[in-house]
């Protein structure tokens, strides 16, 4: 329950293996979910007749805030490690 009370008032209280599972958890939904976009992408332009060509340079947002968002988790993830690694009760368990 203390875990609990600890995630939702923003106290630290995942430990650096923990932040390795939430960062694998993350890049996992994030390929599922671009495997998900990507793919509708493509049936919708199947069904219409647009060819993957003239489709092709709208890849590029797609990736570039795809890679923003990796970017963006990825540092809040080390922080959190710094934070944890600083603070009180990591040294104690030392």
Known sequence: M???INFFTLRPTFTHFGLKVVWYLYLLNTVVQT???VSSVFQVLAQR???IDLWSPNFIPLLLGLVAQLVLVRLMIEVAAIVISGSPT???ER
């Open 90 to 92: 990591a040294r104690a």
């Open 49 to 51: 007749g647009v060819h």
């Open 35 to 37: 495997y998900t976009n």
């Open 2 to 4: 203390e875990t609990i």
